[in-house]
């Protein structure tokens, strides 16, 4: 099994709509998670952490499922602006931050 | 003000030469790192740098030779050039284990 498994994607989906993704880690010990943003040539962007009680920014909700070992983001009322490549991150261990291949977005008008 | 800035953007090469890329941030940060992202988008950790000691050093290549003048700058010197070193370089940096890293704008490296 892959350390971090997302789907690639596109998810292709209109305005307004709302989005899920998950990310599928294997290693039962980590503790921290994370969601980050990529724009297309850009670096990559904390969106937001990932709580165990699950948590919410906005638009935006992250949760934990540590029994089935992913984290889930997401995304209400699409905006054109979302469009981007999602990045889930896990803490493999000090210092050393595991990112999965990302899942892309196009929201459409 | 730019948070973690990276020299050069871009870097054209030769195949057997040597470059560095140098890292700096000015987020008073203690932890520094560098990541490749390759053309599949994968963005891998290289290395982890806390208060200028190597953390980690992920099974990297020794052409790959990180330097931490202080915790300020993280630079990466790369000796004899590959095809397969062609990527896009990132340097972050965070508070502590915070997990919180804020990446510089990459580095484009291209090795003909």
């Known amino acids: 099994r892959k350390e971090v498994e997302q789907d690639p994607g596109p998810f292709n989906v209109p305005e307004g709509a709302t989005v899920a993704f998950n990310c599928t880690y294997s290693n039962s010990a980590s503790q921290s998670f994370f969601w980050y943003r990529q724009d297309c040539r850009k670096e990559p962007k904390l969106l937001m952490s990932v709580y165990s009680s699950g948590n919410e920014d906005g638009r935006f909700t992250a949760q934990l499922n540590r029994a089935s070992q992913y984290i889930s983001l997401l995304i209400r009322d699409s905006k054109l602006s979302d469009s981007a490549t999602y990045l889930c991150v896990f803490e493999e261990g000090t210092y050393k931050y595991i990112f999965g291949t990302g899942t892309r977005l196009k929201v459409l008008a | 003000d730019t948070a973690v800035s990276q020299t050069p953007k871009y870097l054209v090469t030769q195949m057997g030469n040597d470059k560095s890329i140098k890292c700096e941030q000015n987020?008073?940060?203690?932890?520094m790192y560098w990541y490749k992202q390759d053309s599949k988008k994968f963005l891998k950790i290289m290395f982890s740098?806390?208060?200028?000691?190597?953390?980690i050093n992920e099974t990297v290549p020794n052409r790959f030779s990180p330097k931490s003048p202080d915790k300020a700058h993280l630079n990466l010197h790369i000796n004899s050039l590959e095809l397969g070193d062609s990527a896009v370089y990132f340097c972050?940096?965070?508070?502590?284990?915070?997990?919180?890293?804020?990446f510089g704008p990459g580095t484009r490296l291209l090795v003909l």
């Open positions: 740098y806390n208060n200028k000691e190597l953390i």
């Open positions: 987020l008073g940060h203690d932890t």
């Open positions: 972050a940096s965070s508070l502590g284990t915070s997990g919180t890293q804020y």
